[in-house]
């Protein structure tokens, strides 16, 4: 495969464009007797492919005009699926199914219509996918040959994962409905074949009777259903049994992330009691085969995720504090790392920041996170916060090129996993039930006085930062804090109440979970406004807004803006026409974070 980077960063800053270029990621790998697949995003285009390996030789099966990408939920995930032939993707344009065989011709169009398309698996001839109409969802199975549509499983509000059992005699899926999240309560749901080739005699295996989230169900080569469940306290492996589901022996760590996105695999059952799995501890990854024993695969990297595996290798989107998203196959009896693509760092290893575990009191609990030090040896340098977004969602210690940009000029930076991110099990996740905007607040609070009180940082010159839910955390920091000497929101909530009006389905009663019932608790909502209190904010602000975003819609920020220029507080912000949630084009990322460098050296200049 061949790769370009950026030339040596003795020859020339660490750029923003260069921090930016450094981000290809790789997603979605599939293993089949054609060799490996995966789906690969380069910010040049923002454009995601469909690249095959084989014997040594990596080819991009995706021709230009086209992207490989699912909108479903508005957050996408499994975007592709193998045939045997060749593969059927969802095209990010019309989000339509295209089949594509592997000798390089023109894609064929697979439906048309205005439903998208996510979370795609070949059984049977057929696709099975989950079918978004609107604001309806369903399971559907696609005709591979002729495109016919058949309907297999409606009536939930939401669906994710169908998987067929190896005789096709059997579907399970994950659903749940409002007011519920997939990482709050989801059901596990398997359907008999009937003879006319559809489904019925539908039954829930689990989540009825208790509040737990269930994903990633998987059968067995025996035809045994397993999946991950947290009823135990974190995301760990169930296998069906006579009484309902029975725990694999596993580690007392979470086995998958917040399911946030659709196509994750985090695990894979095998043979006799055994499994692959990556889990996580203090934050870093680990990867497996575990049963009565666990065989360690872990080597130098960090985080381990799409698995996939053959009989010889198992292969994953790995990285470390040093390598960026690395595609990589690890032989299976001598443990040997070999990298596919990806995994080249853009500075030298010895100019790298590396995170160090942070775990320190906030609150009435303690707090999570990674800090890395500043590389241009200042005793207490400034500090920038990262908030991530979510906000159930998680930071992972590897290599980040937006935390070296900041580590390279000087900052100091905290990443945090504040109470209810993921990776921590249920009880830390839960933990921000009905306390957003308060418990992340403190703790992003905390790290500064922690860090500050260790003399690792200049307490008076902390920034904070975050997108999306990140976002509100900052602006909540800012209105209700006086900790931060500025921050930047991007695409950030300003105003909840707005945001549960605006927003879409997948995450219309997110709110009631984080803050409660819009009518019943509008005291606390008011409370936790940050538009309602821009009066308390008093120090600079920068905003960045996608004009196409369907989640943080453009008002809300220009809301924000105004409401701060009113009270003449510095403020600037930056709009992206052809943006959504999230940036993509490289042009507009390095843009953003050039811009916010910028502007905090003016607020420091301003002072200093």
């Not at 014997?55 to 975007?79: D, I, K």
């Not at 996918?129 to 369903?138: L, P």
């Not at 990443?415 to 991110?421: H, K």
Request: proline share 5%.
């Amino acid at each position: 495969m061949n790769e370009t980077h950026a030339s040596s960063p003795k020859a020339e800053p660490f750029s923003a464009a260069r921090a930016v270029a450094a981000g290809i990621d790789f997603a979605e790998l599939q293993a089949g007797p054609e060799g490996l697949f995966w789906n690969e995003y380069r910010p040049e285009d923002a454009a995601c492919r469909i690249w095959h390996w084989r014997e040594g030789v990596a080819n991009c099966l995706t021709p230009l005009g086209y992207s490989v990408r699912s909108r479903v939920y508005e957050y996408g995930g499994g975007a592709f699926c193998l045939t045997g032939a060749g593969v059927v993707f969802v095209n990010e344009a019309d989000q339509q199914l295209y089949r594509q065989s592997l000798k390089g011709e023109t894609p064929e169009v697979l439906t048309s219509g205005i439903c998208r398309y996510g979370d795609l698996q070949f059984a049977n001839d057929q696709v099975l996918a989950v079918e978004e109409n609107r604001d309806r969802h369903r399971l559907v199975a696609i005709g591979l040959a002729d495109g016919k549509r058949q309907l297999l499983v409606e009536g939930a509000d939401f669906y994710a994962a169908p998987t067929l059992s190896p005789d096709s005699q059997r579907l399970a899926w994950i659903e749940w409905n409002h007011p519920d999240q997939p990482w709050t309560a989801t059901r596990l749901m398997v359907a008999e074949r009937q003879g006319d080739g559809g489904f019925g005699a539908v039954r829930c295996v689990a989540g009825d009777q208790t509040q737990e989230s269930l994903q990633q169900p998987r059968f067995d080569d025996s035809g045994r259903l397993c999946c991950l469940t947290d009823r135990g306290g974190y995301w760990q492996p169930w296998m069906e049994s006579a009484n309902g589901l029975t725990p694999f022996p596993s580690k007392a760590a979470d086995h998958g992330p917040a399911p946030w996105q659709l196509g994750g695999c985090t695990w894979l059952p095998l043979s006799e009691n055994r499994y692959l799995a990556s889990w996580t501890e203090e934050g870093f990854g680990r990867l497996g085969i575990c049963g009565t024993t666990c065989d360690e695969f872990t080597g130098d990297y960090s985080r381990f995720r799409s698995l996939a595996l053959d009989e010889r290798f198992i292969y994953c989107v790995a990285a470390s504090p040093i390598s960026s998203p690395t595609v990589i196959a690890i032989d299976r009896q001598t443990a040997e790392a070999k990298v596919l693509a990806g995994g080249n760092a853009p500075l030298l290893a010895e100019q790298i920041s590396r995170p160090q575990t942070l775990r320190y009191p906030s609150g009435s609990g303690e707090a999570h996170g990674f800090f890395y030090p500043a590389m241009t040896g200042e005793a207490k340098p400034p500090l920038v916060v990262f908030i991530h977004g979510g906000p159930t969602s998680a930071c992972y210690p590897v290599l980040d090129p937006r935390i070296q940009y900041w580590a390279q000029r000087g900052f100091a930076v905290a990443d945090l996993n504040y109470r209810g991110s993921s990776g921590y099990g249920r009880d830390y996740r839960q933990a921000l039930h009905l306390s957003w905007g308060e418990v992340d607040v403190e703790d992003a609070c905390a790290v500064v006085r922690h860090l500050a009180d260790r003399g690792l940082i200049d307490g008076d010159k902390a920034f904070i930062r975050g997108g999306s839910a990140g976002g509100y955390t900052t602006l909540c920091a800012l209105a209700f804090h006086n900790v931060f000497r500025a921050g930047a929101s991007l695409y950030g909530v300003s105003d909840p109440i707005a945001l549960g009006h605006a927003t879409h389905k997948f995450e219309s009663d997110y709110l009631d979970w984080l803050i409660g019932d819009p009518e019943q608790d509008a005291e606390r909502y008011a409370a936790r406004t940050p538009l309602l209190h821009a009066a308390n904010i008093r120090v600079p602000v920068i905003f960045f807004q996608g004009e196409l975003d369907a989640v943080v819609v453009p008002q809300q920020t220009r809301d924000m803006v105004e409401a701060l220029q009113n009270r003449s507080i510095l403020v600037e912000a930056h709009y992206y026409e052809q943006e959504r949630h999230g940036f993509r084009q490289a042009g507009n990322q390095a843009h953003a974070l050039e811009q916010e460098w910028l502007f905090y050296r003016r607020v420091m200049d301003q002072v200093d």
